[in-house]
């Protein structure tokens, strides 16, 4: 019992393995990496673990299962950075915004009021795809999380129920949780967030996957402070040189001092060093002065507009001087010769990309696997798939990669056409790659051979060969029989065929077939029998009867003699079977025939082995006869069934003047054939799977009746 239940559970186990479809290739975004424990296709129950490019945080699941159905559990997280991060904060009331972008442990707070709103400056435009806010316990519920944009300030609403995890009420947030909506903009360049009332903000990120992270600045020796309008800016540590060899030093670096600071950027850089652990008091910057003009290291003019000094500068005595970012000016600019040693900034492009990330059931392939600025990948689909983007990405000098990373779609080659000829069949319900349509005529009509009955949707989103076509049925010519002639009409659906033999032949089968649906005629022709031919067959083999008859009970003496044990064999003196075919040159025709069958009816005798056969009734239409040149008569019959045996009519039971012959040789009484033997009737005879006892079968030579 135990084993069985142990095979029972193992033969689900494979079936259900069996139906469980594999996972391809899951999807990837961008600066994202995916650790998989074999290559794909992947078997239900593998996890794909994700993390993230140095300097981008992970927002969603940082794990997927492969389910049973061929899909990947949860959706794909992102790989992004905080654009929000120590950037300038403006609150409807208090003075304790910027803690709420700071990683502090202190929190912004406003005061009682009907409503309150906190907002963040990014200081630049940036594409936003994630929002992260973490609520205090004075704080009353989200109204609303909106994204401004750069451009005419258009105002984008998060929808705040489109969460990551956690509940928007502020009573159902502890101090530690975040809040992770799903937000997304282009152009943004600030964010905002209302309460219903008071707010109480201890944590609010702004997450962008098109920024980049500090290592893709490749400025290891420097100690970095920002990325600005895709510009690295970045600081000496410990280092201090005059101005002229720290423009020669960040030239080495593959940048320069910060050149045409724009008043964004300024804000920018004085944050960042506000925020940094930097220890040094003035930075130099590429702006110098030349003949009592302030021009830029490249040599262009300082625009007015951009100026950010602390105060005017002093008028040149005839000393070259450049200005520095000063920190007891609250990082404004100061003038300082150019000789003093100091600190510098270097402003450089980014040298690397991130990871360019691909969809489900996609490939990349590099130029470089070190995505250093100027590689390129080239994306491709599994089979099945079409690429809906562009194929051809680039790492550009801005740290990212130019487009979008393009989707695998799976190809579909739409509905099919109004056929106008029949119906269509979608065979797998489905329009995509690999599904079969197949085609149906209406009735009478079937599809020509020179046009396919199915079509299949192809890897480039059409269906295959070409619309098929219908022609009228036609079953072509039926079939000739031999010895015999068919008339008929014509060929098409439904048209009749008829069959007859030439005198003395005799027909086996139907008389009448006719043009199927299917184009072929139906049922089969009959066959033409020669009746004389038989006869003469009959006469020739029954001389020697009584011969074999007499040879076959000499034999059957001598075995008993020599076997003792052996037990008496039944044998008819007419089973002219019973010696082996195998000993003769040509096998003899086996025929019997019954004193009380019409004049062209014959019985059929056919030795099958020691097997009992199961008896069976034979309409004649359903044989198929064909004489052999050995002799022999080739029988075709259809599929047997079972009957019941009927009573011999008493006609038959008379006996003959060679039974009685061969009786008293035999000082035995006469036998009829083992149970192996099985008779075959041409005109609705009954059919036995032994013949009837004693005296049914004579010789056809002593059959006067017959002749």
């Given at each position: 019992?135990?084993?069985?239940?142990?095979?029972?559970?193992?033969?689900?186990?494979?079936?259900?393995?069996?139906?469980?479809?594999?996972?391809?290739?899951?999807?990837?975004?961008?600066?994202?990496?995916?650790?998989?424990?074999?290559?794909?296709?992947?078997?239900?129950?593998?996890?794909?673990?994700?993390?993230?490019?140095?300097?981008?945080?992970?927002?969603?699941?940082?794990?997927?299962?492969?389910?049973?159905?061929?899909?990947?559990?949860?959706?794909?997280?992102?790989?992004?950075?905080?654009?929000?991060?120590?950037?300038?904060?403006?609150?409807?009331?208090?003075?304790?915004?910027?803690?709420?972008?700071?990683?502090?442990?202190?929190?912004?707070?406003?005061?009682?009021?009907?409503?309150?709103?906190?907002?963040?400056?990014?200081?630049?435009?940036?594409?936003?795809?994630?929002?992260?806010?973490?609520?205090?316990?004075?704080?009353?519920?989200?109204?609303?999380?909106?994204?401004?944009?750069?451009?005419?300030?258009?105002?984008?609403?998060?929808?705040?129920?489109?969460?990551?995890?956690?509940?928007?009420?502020?009573?159902?947030?502890?101090?530690?949780?975040?809040?992770?909506?799903?937000?997304?903009?282009?152009?943004?360049?600030?964010?905002?967030?209302?309460?219903?009332?008071?707010?109480?903000?201890?944590?609010?990120?702004?997450?962008?996957?098109?920024?980049?992270?500090?290592?893709?600045?490749?400025?290891?020796?420097?100690?970095?402070?920002?990325?600005?309008?895709?510009?690295?800016?970045?600081?000496?540590?410990?280092?201090?040189?005059?101005?002229?060899?720290?423009?020669?030093?960040?030239?080495?670096?593959?940048?320069?001092?910060?050149?045409?600071?724009?008043?964004?950027?300024?804000?920018?850089?004085?944050?960042?060093?506000?925020?940094?652990?930097?220890?040094?008091?003035?930075?130099?910057?590429?702006?110098?002065?030349?003949?009592?003009?302030?021009?830029?290291?490249?040599?262009?003019?300082?625009?007015?507009?951009?100026?950010?000094?602390?105060?005017?500068?002093?008028?040149?005595?005839?000393?070259?001087?450049?200005?520095?970012?000063?920190?007891?000016?609250?990082?404004?600019?100061?003038?300082?010769?150019?000789?003093?040693?100091?600190?510098?900034?270097?402003?450089?492009?980014?040298?690397?990309?991130?990871?360019?990330?691909?969809?489900?059931?996609?490939?990349?392939?590099?130029?470089?696997?070190?995505?250093?600025?100027?590689?390129?990948?080239?994306?491709?689909?599994?089979?099945?798939?079409?690429?809906?983007?562009?194929?051809?990405?680039?790492?550009?000098?801005?740290?990212?990669?130019?487009?979008?990373?393009?989707?695998?779609?799976?190809?579909?080659?739409?509905?099919?056409?109004?056929?106008?000829?029949?119906?269509?069949?979608?065979?797998?319900?489905?329009?995509?790659?690999?599904?079969?349509?197949?085609?149906?005529?209406?009735?009478?009509?079937?599809?020509?051979?020179?046009?396919?009955?199915?079509?299949?949707?192809?890897?480039?989103?059409?269906?295959?060969?070409?619309?098929?076509?219908?022609?009228?049925?036609?079953?072509?010519?039926?079939?000739?029989?031999?010895?015999?002639?068919?008339?008929?009409?014509?060929?098409?659906?439904?048209?009749?065929?008829?069959?007859?033999?030439?005198?003395?032949?005799?027909?086996?089968?139907?008389?009448?077939?006719?043009?199927?649906?299917?184009?072929?005629?139906?049922?089969?022709?009959?066959?033409?029998?020669?009746?004389?031919?038989?006869?003469?067959?009959?006469?020739?083999s029954g001389e020697s009867n009584v011969i074999l008859a007499i040879v076959v009970v000499f034999l059957l003496l001598l075995l008993t003699v020599l076997a003792f044990r052996l037990t008496r064999r039944r044998l008819s003196p007419l089973a002219i079977h019973a010696i082996d075919d195998t000993k003769h040159s040509s096998p003899r025709p086996l025929v019997y025939a019954t004193p009380s069958q019409q004049q062209d009816s014959v019985i059929y005798y056919a030795s099958t082995g020691p097997a009992p056969m199961t008896q069976v009734e034979v309409p004649p239409q359903l044989l198929q006869l064909q004489q052999l040149p050995n002799g022999n008569i080739h029988v075709t019959l259809p599929n047997l069934r079972p009957v019941i045996r009927p009573t011999l009519p008493t006609s038959m039971l008379q006996s003959t003047d060679i039974i009685e012959t061969a009786a008293k040789c035999t000082d035995t009484a006469s036998v009829s054939p083992t149970p192996?033997?099985?008779?075959?009737?041409?005109?609705?005879?009954?059919?036995?799977?032994?013949?009837?006892?004693?005296?049914?079968?004579?010789?056809?030579?002593?059959?006067?009746?017959?002749?």
């Amino acid at each position: 019992m135990l084993w069985s239940n142990a095979v029972l559970l193992a033969s689900w186990w494979l079936i259900a393995v069996a139906a469980a479809r594999h996972c391809s290739q899951p999807d990837v975004p961008e600066n994202c990496h995916v650790i998989l424990g074999q290559a794909a296709p992947f078997p239900p129950s593998t996890i794909a673990k994700y993390n993230c490019a140095l300097g981008y945080q992970l927002i969603g699941t940082n794990e997927r299962i492969c389910l049973k159905n061929g899909s990947w559990s949860d959706v794909a997280p992102i790989c992004a950075i905080d654009i929000a991060y120590s950037k300038p904060t403006e609150q409807s009331s208090g003075s304790s915004g910027h803690n709420a972008v700071s990683h502090n442990l202190l929190c912004a707070l406003t005061d009682h009021s009907k409503s309150s709103w906190w907002k963040v400056q990014l200081h630049g435009s940036y594409s936003v795809d994630a929002v992260s806010v973490q609520l205090g316990e004075l704080s009353s519920d989200i109204d609303s999380i909106e994204l401004i944009s750069s451009e005419h300030h258009q105002v984008t609403r998060c929808p705040v129920t489109k969460r990551v995890s956690g509940s928007v009420s502020a009573a159902n947030i502890s101090l530690n949780h975040l809040q992770i909506f799903r937000c997304s903009g282009k152009n943004i360049s600030s964010v905002r967030l209302r309460t219903l009332s008071r707010l109480h903000l201890c944590h609010f990120s702004v997450f962008s996957v098109k920024a980049v992270s500090s290592w893709q600045c490749g400025q290891p020796s420097m100690e970095f402070l920002t990325v600005h309008n895709d510009l690295c800016y970045t600081a000496s540590r410990l280092e201090t040189l005059h101005w002229k060899a720290a423009q020669n030093r960040c030239l080495s670096l593959g940048g320069t001092l910060p050149l045409r600071v724009s008043t964004d950027t300024n804000a920018v850089i004085r944050h960042a060093l506000s925020n940094s652990l930097l220890k040094s008091s003035f930075y130099w910057l590429g702006l110098m002065r030349a003949h009592d003009q302030w021009r830029w290291a490249d040599g262009d003019l300082l625009d007015p507009k951009l100026q950010d000094w602390a105060e005017e500068p002093a008028e040149n005595k005839g000393e070259a001087t450049a200005a520095v970012f000063s920190r007891p000016e609250s990082w404004h600019w100061v003038s300082m010769p150019q000789s003093i040693y100091n600190s510098w900034i270097c402003q450089t492009k980014p040298k690397f990309c991130a990871s360019p990330g691909v969809s489900e059931y996609g490939r990349v392939s590099f130029s470089s696997q070190t995505y250093i600025v100027g590689t390129i990948c080239y994306y491709s689909c599994d089979e099945g798939f079409k690429l809906e983007g562009v194929a051809r990405r680039e790492c550009l000098s801005t740290g990212l990669w130019s487009n979008e990373v393009p989707v695998c779609k799976k190809v579909d080659c739409g509905p099919l056409s109004e056929w106008p000829d029949g119906t269509t069949l979608l065979l797998n319900g489905t329009t995509t790659y690999g599904s079969v349509a197949e085609y149906r005529c209406r009735k009478g009509r079937v599809i020509s051979e020179l046009s396919p009955s199915q079509r299949t949707c192809e890897s480039d989103s059409q269906w295959s060969s070409v619309i098929p076509f219908c022609t009228d049925v036609d079953c072509g010519k039926p079939p000739e029989v031999a010895n015999g002639n068919v008339i008929f009409l014509t060929t098409t659906l439904n048209s009749s065929a008829n069959y007859s033999c030439s005198s003395a032949f005799k027909l086996i089968g139907h008389r009448k077939i006719r043009c199927a649906d299917n184009g072929q005629w139906q049922p089969l022709a009959p066959v033409c029998y020669d009746m004389e031919m038989l006869r003469e067959m009959k006469d020739s083999s029954g001389e020697s009867n009584v011969i074999l008859a007499i040879v076959v009970v000499f034999l059957l003496l001598l075995l008993t003699v020599l076997a003792f044990r052996l037990t008496r064999r039944r044998l008819s003196p007419l089973a002219i079977h019973a010696i082996d075919d195998t000993k003769h040159s040509s096998p003899r025709p086996l025929v019997y025939a019954t004193p009380s069958q019409q004049q062209d009816s014959v019985i059929y005798y056919a030795s099958t082995g020691p097997a009992p056969m199961t008896q069976v009734e034979v309409p004649p239409q359903l044989l198929q006869l064909q004489q052999l040149p050995n002799g022999n008569i080739h029988v075709t019959l259809p599929n047997l069934r079972p009957v019941i045996r009927p009573t011999l009519p008493t006609s038959m039971l008379q006996s003959t003047d060679i039974i009685e012959t061969a009786a008293k040789c035999t000082d035995t009484a006469s036998v009829s054939p083992t149970p192996s033997q099985l008779l075959y009737s041409f005109d609705d005879d009954p059919v036995y799977d032994s013949p009837p006892e004693d005296n049914v079968y004579e010789e056809l030579a002593q059959t006067d009746h017959l002749q």
